[in-house]
């Protein structure tokens, strides 16, 4: 029965009413919902509860519906945690029963329960955790349903996959010819594969629906949209078991840029719950194909059928490109793609041959003319992390390479150079592989081969016989270069593949496909750079399982995220070469091995950022990196001011630790140059210098400092500030003591509120802010001096922790006005803010027009080196000389003094604070332009490259969005970006990223801020 032929006669809302009193007893209002062919209102009662009433279409057959209650009566029984509508019998208990209407007599009338959520169409983001919970629930619900029959579950339906056929009638209907290619194509893989299949799969009553309508989600403020639940039950058809997944895939393939991800998450979360079988897995491609051609020749009837509507041209676009997209990957790769996210081998052979490579294990020839079993080889560590390489990309140039690995091989007495298999490779975190030229997308680093490294020109043998397939050059810098694959089959039968890469063109130049060796024979030799794909001299060895018609194209390398499938197809060269496994070292640590082994072994509150902890292994510049190669954009770290592993530091550290450290004890020139240029920086009378290890240890000696200077105890900080982790540290830190854990304030500290010239009550447009401010900082030395005298007000010169807060201008030098009325000394931590970052100044209180009386710096200051320093007055100094010793083991030694010089040098010839100014202008001025198109951005502040960005749920309350913030956090990160959080509030974003930060950074750093602040969970309606 075609429904769409008989247009419906529309009820009205008033009879949804009058059936939900008559037949319900329920008195509600009624709105009607969107839908094709029946119609559906949701029904509202006064204490807001909230249920769905279907007044069915006249040609609806009864067993239609009920089905549908037979089987979401079963669901209910069997799962009754399922997110699925409940039907709600009338007052005669019936789940459904019939009603006359205008000129139809029998109308079918039921009533569900209403399930709140938002269809999955256009929710941003589906990740992969949510296909996976969706794939999840649809294996619950097939497992609910095991069993189920109901005779109208038997018919025919133009989706069920026994009948897709019929699109071969309607090919004309597309018009564009390449497409209606492509539907041939699928048409024909589906008369081959899914036709013979069809009667040995496993059988059931599916839901078979699962479309971006049907999906319902949950999207909250700052969450992660989780499923809601399934409605519209109105396809469900007994077919194969395996048509759910596929339905579901084929929607879920919808609109993303990477459709095979999409569909291995779904089917993932599916095999988990309800175990798919390896038959169903051999076609479910072919299925999922299959119901996405069947979709765009449904869509390409109804436009020819509905010429002018173009609705449904738009509609049908996201089918095209899900299939045109699924269709480009490689054949066969779907499916081993599938086995191998459901834990099987990828390639069914692939069992046999790796058997038979270990059964055979010592009988192989030798591939080099050394015998890598026997004679000393050295196994090269190319990791993203290896030491050998360090971190500086120029190392991973050819010459360099070429030098590193020969003097490696060299130091070792090595004759062979071993490069791993499965190893996350350095090499490709350079910008030539960046995937797609963005350098934080995941990008394949993943060596699926061993590579042999020796001098050029030797020879290269197969171990064993095989057949020429495919000899080719493929010239492109940094691919295989001259390459030879040799095709191999094992007794049983099953064939596999032998890849060479690297070679010397002249060495194949004679080679021709279809020429037999046998096991030894000599068939190549070793290529040099430049015509070796510009490597260093080796020959890559690589197994491949299967070609996937990529032949020469077959990949050397493969994405982290695909690590399995790649390597299963790929197993490891070593089955052949023999290398004996103790010449390995051992592995590192897994990302979760050593999560675990953090967990055992140090203190629980040691954070860890994210929800997916980052395993960093390498830096460079604005850049990390972790084991797998994954780069990214550090925008949060404020310790590397020059840079992550800047040379010109490292080499200074490295240099002076080679030659001596030791401590201030003795006399040494490091000392008094750093304490030279530090106080060459500061305003006149700061001229005396303490340098120690930490900012912490400086704050202490800050305090210590003042109070031997004024004989008194008493401290004033600003609310929400944080100054140090040690004890005396705590008792000044307002975030800490007020905050969880915290033993609240002591009498001899005295808090002022924080300046916020945003969110307090003075605000950007009251000029007098900044001395209304600071008033409170005249009441607080009142109190102090009335508790026996004012030490010290200590102030960050631009409050960080407490949420990058710019001072509202004339506060400090008001402050500091009373503070100096008072007795007390002004104490500025420019530990985070100082050192060139705010770009119009070097140091914070700068800005302000003040000279504090003691300055403490740290964390920047040795670029990641334990340095700090505090700097104060020759009077302040003097008081504090008083007979007791002054001394820190580690502090002012001279590799610190090294590392802080260096660092000195690399801001005045980098220029860097300029940098900061030029490139903080054109990041701020990016954000603000944000800001424009996205509500949650409340203020953007800062200055140079000490930015902040505050959110809020609405503009007008400020009402903070904490959950928000800490969301565009992950998603960030999700991108390949780092930021952080911080302010009371906790909905402040921090942006303090290394001052080597580019322009071109800060605009990846808005594209992916925009991108993610496009998200539902951040949207504010
Ligand atoms: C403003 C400020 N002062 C002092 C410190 C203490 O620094 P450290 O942990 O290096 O001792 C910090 C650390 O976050 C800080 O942010």
Redesign the pocket.
Known sequence: MDIGAHPPSRSAAQDAVRLARERYGLEARACPLPSEYDDNFRLETADGSVRVLKIMHPMRDPGFVDMQCAALRTIAERAPGLPVPEVIPDREGRPWSTTALGENPFRLVWMLSYLPGRPIAGVRPVTHGLLDELGGTLARLDLALTGFSHPSARRELKWDFARAGWIRDHLEAVRDPRRRALVERVLARYDAEVVPALPRLRRSVVYADANEHNVLVRVEPGRLPRLAGLIDFGDMIETVVAAEVAVASAYAAFGTADPLGAVLSLVAGYHCVLPLAEEELAVLDALILTRLAVSVVNSACRAAAEPGDPYLIVSEAPAWAALEAFERVPPRLAHYALRAVCGLAPAPHGPAVVRWLQGSAGSFAQVLERDLRKEPVVVLDLSVGSRMLGADPAGLEAPRLTETISKTMKDAGAVVGVGRYDEARAIYTTGAFAAGGSPTAERRTVHLGIDLSVAPGSVVRTPLDGTIHTVADNAAPKDYGPLVILRHEIPSGEEFFTLYGHLDPDSVAGLKPGRILRAGETFAAVGAPPRNGDWWPHVHVQIILDLLGLDEDFPGVAAPGRRSLWTGLSPDPNLLLGIPGDRFPRPEPSKAETLEARHRLLGRNLSVSYREPLKIVRGWMQYLYDETGRAYLDAYNNVPLVGHSHPRVVRAVQDEMALLNTNTRYLHDNLVSYAERLTDLMPAPLRVCYVLN??????ELALRLARTHTGREDVIVLES?????TSG?IDISPYKFDGPGGKGRKPWVHVAPLPDDYRGPYRRDDPEAGKKYAAAVGHLGDEAKARGGLAAFIA?TLP??AGQIVLPRGYLAEAYRYVRAAGGVCVA?E???GFGRLGTHFWGFETQGVVPDIV?L??PIGNGFPL?AVVTTEAIAASFANGMEFFSTFGGNPVACAAGLAVLDVMEEERLQERALRVGGHFIAGLRKLAERHAIIGDVRGSGLFLGLELVRDRRTLEPAAAEASYVVERLRDRGVLAGTDGPLHNVIKIRPPLCFSEADAELFVAALDEVLSEDPVRIP
């Open positions: 930490s900012a912490s240890e400086a704050n500030a944080y100054h140090g982790h540290l960050e960080s922790v931590d530990v985070q803010v403490v740290g964390k700090a």
